[in-house]
């Protein structure tokens, strides 16, 4: 009977200038990922850490929506990209480099190409922690990354529907094959404190936290509706920087902590 190959082994790059690299994943679209991933990189600004963020959404990039970035990126010697500073945070994404309005209609291996280039040439200067926003999905822009990038760990964000978790179990599965260390999982739009004090579960109730415990992954935390962070966000002032006090932005300083005390960082 003969053997199983050995499973392949690849070679991982790091980004340059940055100590430890972040996945923020959700793969399922429409969780709020994008938002929570620049929220949570200004909380960990707000630890002292010296941040940058990597919209790696080739096809809908948000990072220039979320900061309100219209300016492209300067290049030195005409072959690296000098990334753009916004709020102290270093910045990258393809959302700078085409317009708002024209459709991403590329095929894997343009996607693939793209993805080195924000993560090999870019000139990402000091920095103690890169926040990337991934696309939803497990496809070719994950498997680049899990593969071709040396990854320090991933968060992975849901609501607590059922319809999202399926994907979820399923973005879980993919990085613990590829040997991708998941932090943990966050519940986003957990729920809605009305005016009358009431938690409202709009989108199901415990489902990320279960599906933690099912997976036996850290649950890092809950993040209601909320319409401070929603404008915060079409704003482009992410909440955690105008407002770090507020009581949405203490849930994610309590989770940039938790990522903190890894002792990675």
Known sequence: MSQKP????FTKTPINGTKFTLLVSSAKGGVGKSTVAVNLAFAMQNLGLKIGILDADVYGPSLPRLLNLKEKPNTENGKEIIPINKYDAQCMSMGFLVDEQTPMIWRGPMVISAIKTMTQKVLWKNLDIIVIDMPPGTGDTQLTFAQEVKIDGAIIV???QELALLDVRRGIQMFDKTGVKIFGLIDNMSFFKGDDGKEYKIFGESGVQKTAEEYNKDFLGSIPLSQDLRGSADKGD????S?????VSIIFEKIAKKIKETNLI
């Open 6 to 9: 050995p499973p392949k082994k």
């Open 243 to 247: 407002d770090p006090k507020h009581e």
């Open 158 to 160: 849901s609501t607590p």
């Open 238 to 241: 992410p909440l955690t920087h």
